[in-house]
T-cell receptor, first 111, second 117 residues
């Protein structure tokens, strides 16, 4: 089955810096890769996703890149703000299959 | 994005009693719904997957007689924790997906904090 590894487990940056979180997956047939942001005491919020037919996707300060050959994908947050502080989860799945989540990255953005 | 609601947001119950958690998709038809459990500072653990009108598929190690799931309609799924024990205390989160050809997204509810005393 699918296995997703996520690094780093914690990431501290200064406000305005960029943050990068990386994930690797094992199932070459996986074709959907979402990223979720979870604030304390809340459910995960879908912030961006990418499908296997695309190499990069951007939404304002957030971008995701996918390297199918190496089986890894990354979340890039530019111009970080304190409100970006949260736990971020990557996930991977085949179409219509269950999501397999990474272990999460705790991002702390200091003012 | 689409909206998924959960009720209640938190509940306290006595050991041995049962508690029901509702999950609703508010603006789309949830062909598939999922129930997760999350312990502090850990990732999401999938408990079961359900399709409307069908029996839920439980993950290995999850007691189906203890965690009863009913996906009654395309907008409602319920999780009933039966004969609750303190070790069932956790954060329970549902999510929903509309399995259309062009749709891949899975949306999560806000979660329900269960405390069993």
């Amino acid at each position: 089955g699918e296995n997703v590894e996520q690094h780093p487990s914690t990431l501290s940056v200064q406000e305005g810096d960029s943050a990068v979180i990386k994930c690797t997956y094992s199932d070459s047939a996986s074709n959907y890769f979402p990223w979720y942001k979870q604030e304390l005491g809340k459910g995960p919020q879908l912030i961006i996703d990418i499908r296997s037919n695309v190499g990069e996707k951007k939404d304002q300060r957030i971008a995701v890149t996918l390297n199918k050959t190496a089986k890894h994908f990354s979340l890039h947050i530019t111009e970080t703000q304190p409100e970006d502080s949260a736990v971020y989860f990557c996930a991977a799945s085949r179409r219509f299959q269950k999501l397999v989540f990474g272990t999460g990255t705790r991002l702390l953005v200091s003012p | 994005g689409a909206v998924v609601s959960q009720h209640p947001s938190w509940v306290i119950c006595k050991s041995g009693t049962s508690v029901k958690i509702e999950c609703r998709s508010l603006d789309f038809q949830a062909t598939t719904m999922f129930w997760y459990r999350q312990f502090p500072k850990q990732s999401l653990m999938l408990m079961a997957t359900s399709n409307e009108g069908s029996k839920a598929t439980y993950e290995q190690g999850v007691e189906k007689d203890k965690f009863l799931i009913n996906h009654a309609s395309l907008t409602l799924s319920t999780l009933t924790v039966t004969s609750a024990h303190p070790e069932d205390s956790s954060f329970y989160i549902c999510s929903a997906r509309e399995d259309r050809v062009e749709s891949y997204e899975q949306y999560f509810g806000p979660g329900t904090r269960l405390t069993v005393t």
